[in-house]
Nanobody, 117 residues
């Protein structure tokens, strides 16, 4: 059974930091592209970051220089370090696993991140 379980969300003040984790099970984690998406209230889900290997990463423009995605294949876990958070980063963050060259993907249940003073 495939599972993606996010953790680490919560309420943080503007300028603060959070680290999200996504623990994966039920598939060959190291073979999958791992991605983070987010969905703000009233908006569509949007891409945040992806990691293909441990050194190949991409980021959406709004988070470049502030967010860092990483993965630990030994722990089947992907992380999203979020620094210099602002209220526009508020939303539900989702972990996604994509099998390369296919449309097979899995989603986590999402975790709330709220940036507010």
């Amino acid at each position: 059974q495939v599972q993606l379980v996010e953790s680490g969300g919560g309420l943080v003040q503007p300028g603060g930091s959070l680290r999200l984790s996504c623990a994966a099970s039920g598939f060959t984690f190291s073979s999958y592209i791992m991605r983070w998406y987010r969905q703000a209230p009233g908006k569509e889900r949007e891409f945040v970051a992806r990691i293909i290997s441990t050194v190949s990463t991409d980021y959406a423009d709004p988070v470049k220089g502030r967010f860092t995605i990483s993965r630990d294949n030994a722990k089947n876990t992907v992380y999203l370090q979020m620094n210099s958070l602002n209220p526009q980063d508020t939303g539900v963050y989702y972990c996604n696993a994509l099998r390369p060259r296919t449309s097979l993907e899995y989603w986590g249940q999402g975790i709330q991140v709220t940036v507010s003073s």
